[in-house]
T-cell receptor
């Protein structure tokens, strides 16, 4: 399909383990975003990429969270030493710069 | 700082009724963008509309219409002749010019009763 894809759809992990979440943006979209949706905090911005650079990382909640983007395309969000409060749906979006963001289906993360 | 308020947490209406979802925003910028997204039970956020701050003209798309009023900092969304398929959580969002991130409201859960 032509939309944003994310993998895995669901991830269950044990507290303290590291997880990697993947996002494939719409082809040609230079901007890529990560958001988190949780019951307590709603929809929160995490990080924004323009090409392979991240000019805005202001939403990353702690240094356990990191993200990278390679080739101006695929992005990986990594959470180290997961905690139960990291349980949430992680949403990726892409857009041409300054244009409407289109979202993927999300990765539902459960930390036990 | 930017902020979006959706005061209606949940709304239920009977099918074919009209319903309006409220959105109030705060921003110090004169150039900004407003959005509505729909999140059906499947979970994916579906884009509905984007407006810029210089265009206060109301928009109609089929059964959907949007009322943007800068004087009251509101961007309300009306569904006419609601249908069961309209049941979803609806989010209003704001982004400021040069700041790409979206700031979302807390969402309104709309249930259409058949």
């Amino acid at each position: 399909g032509a939309g944003v894809s994310q993998s895995p759809s669901n991830k269950v992990t044990e507290k303290g383990k590291d997880v990697e979440l993947r996002c494939d943006p719409i082809s040609g979209h230079t901007a890529l975003y990560w958001y988190r949706q949780s019951l307590g905090q709603g929809l929160e911005f995490l990080i924004y990429f323009q090409g392979n650079s991240a000019p805005d990382k202001s939403g990353l909640p702690s240094d356990r969270f990191s993200a990278e983007r390679t080739g101006g395309s695929v992005s990986t969000l990594t959470i180290q030493r997961t905690q139960q409060e990291d349980s949430a749906v992680y949403l990726c979006a892409s857009s041409p710069v300054g244009e409407t963001q289109y979202f993927g289906p999300g990765t539902r993360l459960l930390v036990l | 700082a930017q902020k979006v308020t959706q005061a209606q947490t949940e709304i239920s209406v009977v099918e074919k009724e009209d319903v309006t979802l409220d959105c109030v925003y705060e921003t110090r910028d004169t150039t900004y963008y407003l959005f509505w997204y729909k999140q059906p039970p499947s979970g994916e956020l579906v884009f509905l509309i984007r407006r810029n701050s210089f265009d206060e003209q109301n928009e109609i798309s089929g059964r959907y219409s949007w009322n943007f009023q800068k004087s009251t900092s509101s961007f309300n969304f009306t569904i006419t002749a609601s249908q069961v398929v309209d049941s979803a959580v609806y989010f209003c969002a704001l982004s400021e010019f040069g700041n790409e991130k979206l700031t979302f409201g807390t969402g309104t859960r709309l249930t259409i009763i058949p």
